[in-house]
């Protein structure tokens, strides 16, 4: 068990990556605070986690408020007395070019992606120097490549990236690993509600978008799971400020 007696905060794991991410941890021992903004989608999570023989707590709230952000850190040190991995999961996907995005639209996806991120951290952190740990970024191949009517999007998952090598590098000292990872396409529901923004059938978007990954296929959360397992365990130990990309080959042709 590569997690056993380490706490874990997750964001958003009501749906997709999240939840992949809570049940993998619980599955490698760790003790976990989950969120979510939305209680329904964060309880059933719970309900799984806690099934697969985890102790667990669920804190919902949104990572956009800085009370919802700090509540998170406080209710995991309420029930385990120690954070030792931050996952920053959550996220908006307001898409929308520069031409077309209002202000709102920006203070929505920087809200919740850059200073949703940045505030669980902060508070995390707080604790965490104590004993030093790892926190993941969930970044995107968005971070990396321009993608027709997403800057919005691509913007804020581009300045995740920047911001886990300056994380890392500020936390260094304290023993504190900072990484992002970059997937590509993976099938959740934020994907469902691309394929209906788009007015596609799944399969329509499916053979459109899987070809163009090298592997021919979408990902599976649990492919990006495993990756922030690794990143998140002490086999990672000499690595931070990095980002690993789990996109298929997408953004490599
Ligand atoms: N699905 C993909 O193809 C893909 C590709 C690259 C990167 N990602 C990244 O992976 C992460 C997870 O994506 P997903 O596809 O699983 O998304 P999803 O929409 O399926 O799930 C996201 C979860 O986050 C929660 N959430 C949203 N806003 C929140 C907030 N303000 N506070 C707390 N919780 C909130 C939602 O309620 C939901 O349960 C995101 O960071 C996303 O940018 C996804």
Redesign the pocket.
């Known amino acids: 068990m590569r997690l056993k007696g380490k706490t874990a905060i997750i964001?958003?794991?009501?749906?997709?990556?999240?939840?992949a991410i809570a049940l993998r941890f619980a599955e490698e021992g760790a003790h976990l605070v989950l969120?979510?903004?939305?209680e329904n989608?964060?309880e059933k999570t719970r309900d799984k986690v806690e099934k697969l023989g985890a102790k667990a707590a669920l804190v919902v709230?949104?990572?956009?408020q800085e009370s919802?952000a700090r509540s998170i850190a406080a209710a995991a040190m309420q029930a385990f007395g120690a954070i030792d991995i931050l996952v920053n999961?959550?996220?908006?996907?307001t898409s929308k070019s520069v031409e077309n995005a209002e202000p709102a639209d920006w203070q929505k996806v920087l809200g919740?992606?850059i200073i949703?991120t940045a505030m669980v951290s902060k508070f995390a952190i707080e604790h965490m120097k104590a004993r030093g740990g790892a926190i993941v970024n969930?970044?995107?191949?968005?971070s990396i490549i321009a993608q027709r009517d997403f800057a919005t999007?691509n913007a804020s998952?581009g300045g995740i990236l920047t911001m886990t090598k300056c994380m890392a590098l500020d936390l260094a000292q304290h023993k504190i690993r900072v990484n992002s990872i970059?997937?590509?396409?993976?099938?959740?529901?934020?994907?469902v509600?691309e394929i209906e923004r788009m007015g596609l059938t799944f399969e329509q978007w499916r053979d459109k978008v899987a070809p163009m990954h090298m592997l021919g296929r979408l990902?599976e959360?649990r492919e990006?799971a495993n990756a922030a397992l690794f990143l998140a365990s002490d086999e990672a130990s000499f690595i931070t400020a990095a980002h690993l990309v789990v996109d298929g080959g997408y953004t490599a042709w």
């Open positions: 964001t958003g794991v009501g749906a997709g990556i999240g939840e969120n979510d903004i939305q989608a964060g709230a949104d990572i956009s919802g999961n959550a996220a908006d996907f919740v992606n949703g969930m970044a995107s191949m968005s999007y998952k970059c997937p590509g396409c993976i099938f959740t529901s934020a994907s509600r990902g959360p990006v």
